[in-house]
């Protein structure tokens, strides 16, 4: 009895704390289908999915992955060992239609070039979609798992499995899908059946591009080999981005469709009046002809981002280094941000292109400053572009042939100089004394540049930040100057992860500047300078208010450690 009596007063006592747990911690309660409600989410669902799948055929997107070899450090986890990059424009037909942008090797260089850590560009492009034969009840089944947020958007959570004997290939995952419309927002799983370990995980967003529309945005994949685990080509990450789904033919057909009427004061009688260019003017109109002959090209290819915000602040930072030297230089300095994740600039004429990649991966405005000082050295010193581009056969080329004819590399001696150059016009501007921090990033490049050549030294269009043969550092003597790199050290931050500053919207090419809010480091672990993280897009409808309803319950959002660039 007495026995009784204890264990009686013991689940009295556990179930007050348990209730007082629960209090402290309450858990919205998931509400339940029945049978037939489910079945007819299942069917709507399935409707909607071949309609985007028939939606998303009539595209032609540009698709980039990159990715990361990894192999575990005792303190920093995982760390990349090698790279991969993949850029291609995709369609999707009766099968998988898949264009390179990079120049493809011969026969031999395939048999000799090939190695088991390879991975194909190709089979990430699959990862878009779950089931290209079509989801449907004959070869899947579906299970209801509850409800929950991605962003704005309350979805009903569904894991999908292979009915047996239904062939190789199906979607084995979970599937989230948005509660209003029945659309498939987001899917995490694998090919099944996975024999060998041929298929890859992935974890697939889609957005709402347009009211109605939801296409692939990103696929993070990842794989980690263990002693019981074998994947193909070993640990790794990749993050594959597919954007320009409205870009393509330009948006110079819109005058064609406009009626413009010009305005009657901007009509002059200039007769009697020279009307012919000077010399050194007619020099000048003519390279811009061939800048603007390179940035249409880059635009209807897809590769160039449409100018925005992010212009702005490269223009504003541009403005510093000029007033602060005393230059004035005509025609103005534009800037122009590349969509690709490798880590390069260029200059055409007096127009500076950088890459998506290196905005990602930069510290702060300091280094920003570094980098854009650097091109602007080259645009001082006079160093020649090449001004056939002004002649427009130069730029009509296939996407093939882009990146090969398109290319804007300059001799060693040239960046020597422009370095030399660069730094004056840091010493006088507003950054000299934030100098430490772009010799602290110049180390981090240097530190990752032989593991990650894809990315550090592609030389896709134009210059790395390392010069020449010899692969010497940009700005080496502000690298020597700099604190010592120290990987271990949480407080320091030499560079960042990649995809946490620039957001692009893969439907018109425009880009912004996230606002994330920081994150304070835990470990060394979190650093992962110019590394690829997985991603969770904040999901909104397009026709919809985005404010979130008070119930919502949002997924984390990846770490923003990065300092917002701002106009000062």
């Known amino acids: 009895m007495k026995r009784q009596v204890k264990y009686l007063l013991l689940g009295i006592v556990l179930a007050v704390a348990t209730s007082a747990v629960a209090a402290k911690h309450p858990q919205a309660p998931i509400p339940a289908l029945g049978n037939t409600a489910f079945d007819s989410v299942v069917d709507r669902m399935l409707a909607r ?9 009539t595209y032609s997107p540009l698709v980039e992955t990159y990715l990361q070899n990894m192999r575990p450090d005792k303190e920093l986890g995982l760390v990349p060992y090698g790279d991969q990059y993949f ?4 369609g999707f037909q009766k099968t998988l239609e898949n264009t390179s942008f990079q120049p493809m090797p011969g026969f031999l260089g395939r048999v000799l070039g090939r190695t088991k850590s390879e991975f194909v560009g190709q089979n990430f492009a699959w990862m878009m979609l779950m089931d290209m034969r ?11 798992q509850g409800r929950n947020f991605l962003g704005d958007l309350r979805c009903i959570v569904i894991d999908v499995t292979p009915k047996p004997h239904s062939g190789e290939g199906r979607f084995l995952g979970r599937v989230w899908v948005e509660d209003r419309d029945f659309n498939i927002v987001r899917f995490n799983g694998i090919f099944a059946p996975a024999k060998h370990g041929q298929y890859l995980h992935f974890d697939t967003w889609r957005m709402n591009m347009q009211p109605g529309i939801w296409l692939p945005a990103y696929v993070y994949s990842e794989g980690r080999e263990t002693p019981h685990v074998k994947v193909l080509g070993g640990s790794y990450k990749a993050e594959t981005r597919i954007w320009g789904y409205n870009v393509g033919k330009g948006h110079a057909e819109n005058e064609f469709t406009e009626v413009l009427v010009d305005d009657e004061s901007a009509v002059k009688d200039n007769s009697g009046k020279a009307q012919d260019l000077s010399p050194v003017a007619a020099q000048r109109v003519w390279l811009r002809q061939g800048e603007d002959n390179v940035i249409e090209r880059l635009e209807r290819g897809g590769l160039l981002a449409r100018t925005g915000e992010v212009d702005k602040v490269l223009d504003t930072v541009i403005n510093n280094l000029e007033i602060t030297n005393n230059l004035d230089i005509q025609p103005e300095v534009r800037c122009r941000v590349l969509l690709t994740s490798p880590v390069e600039t260029f200059s055409v004429g007096n127009t500076i292109f950088i890459s998506r990649g290196v905005l990602d991966v930069l510290p702060d405005e300091a280094t920003l400053a570094a980098v854009l000082a650097h091109e602007l050295a080259h645009i001082v010193l006079g160093h020649p572009t ?9 730029s009509i080329v296939s996407d093939q042939q882009v990146l090969k004819r398109l290319h804007f590399t300059r001799p060693l001696e040239e960046e020597k ?13 507003p950054y000299h004394n934030k100098l430490d921090s772009v010799g ?5 490049v240097d530190a990752r540049r032989k593991a ?3 990315l550090i030294q592609s030389h896709e269009m134009g210059n790395s930040l390392t010069e020449g043969s010899s692969g010497e550092l940009r700005l080496q003597e502000l690298a020597n100057a700099a604190p010592e790199l120290e990987p271990r050290k949480v407080t320091q931050i030499a ?3 990649l995809g946490g500053r620039i957001k692009v919207d893969p439907w018109n090419n425009r880009i912004e500047i996230n606002t994330n809010k920081p994150v304070q480091l835990l470990t060394a672990r979190e650093k992962m300078p110019f590394e690829v993280t997985p991603v969770f897009p904040h999901l909104i409808r397009l026709d919809e208010p985005t404010e979130t309803p008070k119930e919502t319950e949002t997924l984390p959002h990846p770490p923003a450690m990065n300092p917002t660039l701002s106009a000062k």
């Open 495 to 497: 560079a960042l992860p």
């Open 417 to 429: 100089e422009a370095d030399t150059r660069a730094l004056v016009l840091l010493q006088n501007s």
């Open 49 to 57: 999915e071949a309609a985007n799948v028939n939606t998303l055929r």
């Open 440 to 444: 602290l990033f110049l180390r981090q």
């Open 87 to 90: 850029l291609t424009r995709v």
């Open 386 to 394: 090449d001004t056939t581009f002004a002649f427009k056969d130069r």
């Open 134 to 144: 079509g989801l449907d009840r004959e070869h899947y089944a579906f299970e209801y």
């Open 452 to 454: 990650l050549p894809h």
